[in-house]
């Protein structure tokens, strides 16, 4: 019955269905099966980066086969067959998300939370590289966010600024500095800073002075923590940055520019309070 009914549809007779189902493949369909074979084959060799115009090329001038551009592009696409495409690329930031230099190599301030300054550092460990992002207070050199993650984006920029919002609850115009990294510029960085007051600020490109807060305490990082030790893990470098960051650095170590006080008695002295 699902045979006469289909033949009725279609408007094809019952014997000439039966007929096209003893037939086997027509020529051409053979032709592109073994094509379809020698392009996978193709393929494999090129480590999967061909795409059909190289496949084509080698088929032409490395198996001297005779066939169509056309006709590989069809059957790479049947078969799910693709070529690896250029390196993503960055997308420039918006004029709009480009922030002016409000430092211009003026850090000092009498106040917390007046300007913080933010940048991304990396470190290799035997499973791969381990990316930090901190917020740094200018006036008392505490770390009031930081992020740690295995690729540098703008997730990791903007969960360290969140920490810090969250954390200190910095008054409408603290400002917030950085360097023109991509990460900085993004959407999601930009819309966090001004929905909380912040006001965003990128220094000068090429301007190595820039960020000369934040530089120079990756450089004290980098001695007392980073160099110190062979990483065997993302898991064991991130422990150990937590453990600087927040117990040695915020509580611990002295600091020539603070009377030799942690940032942590800094901000805890009379004279000074956290907004």
């Not at 006080?261 to 309070?273: A, C, K």
Request: contains cysteine.
């Amino acid at each position: 019955m699902a045979v006469q009914a289909a033949t009725r549809v279609l408007e094809v007779t019952v014997s000439g269905c039966y007929a096209w189902r003893r037939r086997g493949p027509t020529a051409r369909q053979v032709r592109h099966a073994l094509l379809t074979e020698t392009i996978r084959q193709v393929r494999v060799a090129s480590r999967g980066t061909y795409g059909y115009r190289r496949v084509h090329a080698e088929l032409r001038l490395g198996h001297g086969l005779l066939v169509a551009h056309g006709t590989v592009e069809m059957l790479m696409a049947r078969a799910g067959l693709r070529g690896i495409t250029g390196r993503p690329k960055w997308r420039r930031a918006r004029p709009d998300l480009i922030s002016s230099d409000l430092v211009d190599r003026r850090f000092a301030r009498d106040g917390v939370d007046q300007l913080w300054v933010t940048d991304i550092t990396e470190h290799p460990t035997r499973e791969g590289k381990v990316y930090c992002a901190v917020v740094l207070d200018v006036c008392s050199r505490r770390v009031v966010g930081w992020s740690i993650d295995a690729s540098p984006t703008a997730a990791l920029v903007t969960n360290a600024l969140g920490m810090a919002i969250d954390s200190r609850r910095p008054p409408a115009g603290t400002i917030i500095h950085s360097d023109h990294g991509v990460q900085f510029g993004s959407w999601a960085f930009t819309t966090r800073a001004k929905q909380s007051g912040l006001v965003p600020s990128m220094g000068s490109i090429g301007d190595f002075y820039v960020n000369a807060v934040i530089e120079s305490f990756w450089s004290r990082m980098q001695v007392e923590l980073l160099d110190r030790h062979r990483w065997r893990t993302r898991l064991e470098l991130a422990n150990a940055i937590f453990d600087y960051l927040e117990i040695f650095h915020n509580r611990r170590r002295r600091h020539s520019a603070l009377g030799w006080l942690t940032p942590v008695e800094f901000e805890n002295r009379s004279t000074i309070t956290v907004a």
